[in-house]
């Protein structure tokens, strides 16, 4: 009996060992997947809020582009109203410089005409002087060339400007000129002077008709108001 009872123990020893060690088991795996559900509800949690955070972003960008497009549209509306007064100023800066309302200066040319310094004896004389077809010759073709502003002897001239022979003298406007006629434009002096220097143009036929012509380039040339000139 006493063998029996050493083999009873020894099986409920290993019985009980058996029972403890799948009883551990069992609570291990438990716990393994309590952590893991833990772990899954965890990572499902951050994945919902990294889709959230990238709908929002898409969201903020397609705003931002919306903000851009409208700031480029204000940005070329100002653009172009720049522009529009830029040029409108420009106008009237060129405006007020062909009727002479306002004081001008840049380079240009100087054009001098004057009488014959002989006369044949028993030629007319009056064919040996300065008339103002002659001068407004020269006005058409510096105006032709766009000068920007013309003056005859100092005095400014204008759209409305008129010119008037009267024997030996010349009137601009009502007022008394003499020969030599000096007649001074602003502009390009490279396109002024070529044009009156073309074969057959307006020197050509000045010096047939006996005029006696000088034609200079100028760097600085300063023109008075037109106004001024009127008082």
Wanted: glycine share 6%.
């Amino acid at each position: 009996m006493k063998g029996n009872h050493v083999i009873l123990s020894f099986v409920l020893i290993i019985t009980g060992f058996i029972v403890a060690l799948s009883y551990q088991f069992a609570n291990e795996g438990q716990n393994s997947q309590v952590i893991t559900e833990r772990q899954w509800n965890k990572e499902d949690e951050l994945r919902n809020q990294v889709l959230f955070e990238q709908s929002l972003n898409r969201n903020l960008s397609e705003e931002l582009r919306a903000i851009q497009a409208e700031i480029n549209t204000i940005e070329e509306e100002i653009a172009y109203q720049e522009r529009a007064y830029f040029n409108l100023v420009e106008d009237l800066d060129k405006l007020r410089m062909v009727t002479g309302s306002v004081g001008v200066k840049g380079p240009g040319i100087e054009v001098t005409l004057s009488d014959a310094d002989y006369v044949p004896d028993g030629e007319n004389p009056n064919f040996y002087i300065v008339h103002e077809g002659h001068i407004q010759k020269v006005i058409h073709e510096l105006l032709v060339t766009q000068a920007e502003a013309i003056a005859i002897n100092g005095q400014r001239i204008s759209h409305q400007s008129y010119i008037q022979c009267v024997g030996p003298v010349i009137r601009i406007d009502g007022n008394t000129s003499f020969a030599p006629f000096v007649i001074t434009a602003i502009g390009d002096p490279d396109k002024l002077h070529d044009s009156l220097h073309l074969p057959g143009g307006v020197r050509d036929q000045l010096l047939s008709d006996q005029v006696e012509v000088k034609i200079e380039k100028k760097e600085l040339i300063i023109m008075d108001p037109f106004l001024s000139e009127r008082g």
